[in-house]
């Protein structure tokens, strides 16, 4: 596949990725919106609690094969097949497992309720397994546009299901339902997208061929699990389930948004690295690309989100939960360097780093449990600073490696980027005044309550920021900015010419 067609496919895969991603979470807003204020802080939080001895059972039984599947060039049957039944077996193991120790986990936080809630949520584990491996020649094809339309489907199914058991007084089980009906119907519409189909043949020499790739990347993503899930276990111990759940929202409602857009990276970043393997000048374009365009994006966003936070929680979940606020905003600043790092690590995964992504989780998590000290002894708004400063840490690692291998450090880094600052402050601070103004305007009239006021204060500003960033951006005829719509006029141009002239004029001649 030449460089072009695989530009034009990743940028195609881009655009289903960003309907995949933002497409689900606008079906799981409003249902989440309700379910807030349905459901406790607390109750939240003992679906917290159980999610961190479910998320390593996950952890535990991914073995890092799916990881070297998609990276290995010449996969074949065998090789799928093999995955395939290792995957069905490990996660009906592990199921067991941690069906025995609910019991214990429950102990270990003094809540009954979380016994059952694992046992149940849990269920996930065997069923992940059994679409799993079409689910990666899917992206391995670079096809996310079935994938896309699946998870729209599967999310709002089980959105309404959730809604309907916490009105009728189901509470905490709502949540646990909605999980388990998720990973369901993803691995049976995974399982009919796909045309391949496993046969009893199995070889454990293929596997092993896998593991010395597949073993770095599951060890690193051990590891980092552990060690971050360190601080949510600290939370509980030290503090409440509702403190829990406050600080899980802040990343949640954050990753409502910076983690769909890094999704979107990952799911076509990683591919399209893959597949330029070997030609170096090609990778140090590519991910100067997705760096420029993911920046730029990113800064505007979380400025956004942390300017209008308040009016942002206040329509979303209710005043009940503005004490998230100030977690929320140290968690944009957060969000700031996430598409950065995950790019440069999805870069380094690709071209057949994994040894450097293990060493580098393994010493940011050792780091990490000083931000758990931070969680016991100061509190977790310091504790939440302490991430930030790890994250900007993760990007030095990196850019280290892609400078030394391809040309690409810190000083490129920050040339192609740093001109995203400046234009970025001055949008936030045309929403500031933009929010400032409604937000005035409602007291005078004597408008009472919250989500009306609060929609509006967002949709006035975020329309204002928006024209403010096209013009803005247009005037200065930035490098990113012009690609990123000259890519975008390319894909809708040929379906919609319209669409296209409307996005050329978007870019200064």
């Given at each position: 596949m030449t460089s072009e067609e695989i530009k034009n496919k990743a940028f195609t895969g881009v655009i289903w990725s960003f309907i995949n991603q933002f497409g689900t979470q606008i079906l799981a807003i409003v249902p989440a919106m309700v379910l807030?204020?349905?459901l406790s802080p607390s109750e939240y939080g003992i679906v917290a609690m159980a999610g961190i001895f479910n998320g390593l059972a996950f952890n535990l039984s991914t073995g890092g094969f799916s990881d070297a599947l998609l990276q290995k060039k010449d996969a074949d049957h065998l090789d799928y097949c093999s995955v395939y039944y290792f995957n069905l077996f490990i996660n009906s193991f592990f199921y067991l497992i941690f069906f025995f120790l609910a019991p214990y986990c429950a102990d270990f936080f003094d809540e009954p309720l979380v016994a059952?809630?694992?046992?149940?949520?849990?269920?996930?584990?065997?069923?992940?397994?059994?679409?799993?491996?079409?689910?990666?020649?899917?992206?391995?094809?670079?096809?996310?546009?079935?994938?896309?339309?699946?998870?729209?489907?599967?999310?709002?199914?089980?959105?309404?299901?959730?809604?309907?058991?916490?009105?009728v007084g189901c509470g905490v089980w709502a949540l646990v339902i909605q999980g388990v009906m998720q990973t369901l119907g993803n691995s049976i519409i995974n399982y009919y997208l796909c045309s391949w189909r496993p046969t009893l043949t199995f070889s454990m020499e293929r596997l092993k061929s896998m593991f010395s790739y597949g073993v770095k990347i599951y060890i690193s993503g051990l590891v980092n699990y552990g060690f971050g899930k360190a601080t949510d276990t600290t939370v509980a111990k030290v503090y409440s389930p509702a403190d829990l759940s406050f600080y899980n929202r802040a990343?949640?409602?954050a990753n409502l948004f910076i983690h769909?857009?890094?999704?979107?990276?990952?799911?076509?970043?990683?591919?399209?690295?893959?597949?330029?393997?070997g030609d170096v000048e090609r990778l140090r374009r590519g991910?100067?690309?997705?760096?420029?365009?993911?920046?730029?994006?990113a800064f505007l966003l979380m400025a956004l989100l942390f300017v209008l936070a308040e009016p942002l929680f206040n329509?979303?979940?209710?005043?009940?939960?503005?004490?998230?606020?100030?977690?929320?905003?140290i968690v944009c600043v957060w969000g700031l360097f996430q598409p950065v790092r995950s790019t440069l690590e999805g870069f380094l995964r690709a071209t057949g780093c994994a040894g450097l992504i293990m060493y580098n989780r393994l010493i940011n998590n050792i780091l990490l449990l000083g931000n758990v000290y931070l969680a016991w002894k100061f509190g977790i708004t310091c504790m939440?600073?302490?991430?930030?400063?790890?994250?900007?840490?993760?990007?030095?690692?990196?850019?280290?490696f892609t400078n030394r291998f391809y040309g690409y450090g810190v000083g490129s880094l920050l040339r192609e980027n740093s001109v995203y600052i400046v234009p970025t402050l001055a949008i936030a601070l045309v929403a500031f005044a933009a929010d400032y103004t409604v937000s005035r305007l409602f007291l005078l009239l004597?408008?009472?309550?919250?989500?009306?006021?609060?929609?509006?204060?967002l949709l006035f500003s975020g329309l204002i920021s928006l024209s403010c960033f096209i013009l803005l951006y247009r005037t200065l005829n930035l490098t990113a900015y012009r690609e990123l719509i000259g890519l975008a006029s390319d894909v809708f141009g040929r379906r919609k010419p319209i669409i296209g002239k409307l996005l050329k004029k978007m870019v200064k001649k």
């Open positions: 807030a204020r349905l059952p809630v694992m046992r149940v949520a849990l269920l996930s584990l065997p069923l992940v397994a059994v679409g799993g491996v079409h689910a990666i020649i899917l992206k391995r094809n670079l096809n996310f546009k079935a994938p896309a339309l699946r998870n729209i489907v599967v999310q709002a199914a089980s959105a309404i299901v959730a809604v309907v058991l916490a009105f990343y949640s409602t769909s857009f890094i999704g979107v990276i990952n799911n076509v970043a990683f591919p399209a690295f893959a597949r330029m393997q991910v100067s690309r997705f760096v420029s365009m993911s920046s730029m994006i329509f979303m979940y209710s005043s009940k939960w503005d004490a998230v606020v100030p977690y929320f905003r939440l600073y302490g991430q930030v400063c790890l994250e900007i840490l993760q990007i030095c690692f990196f850019t280290h004597h408008i009472d309550g919250e989500m009306l006021p609060s929609l509006f204060r």
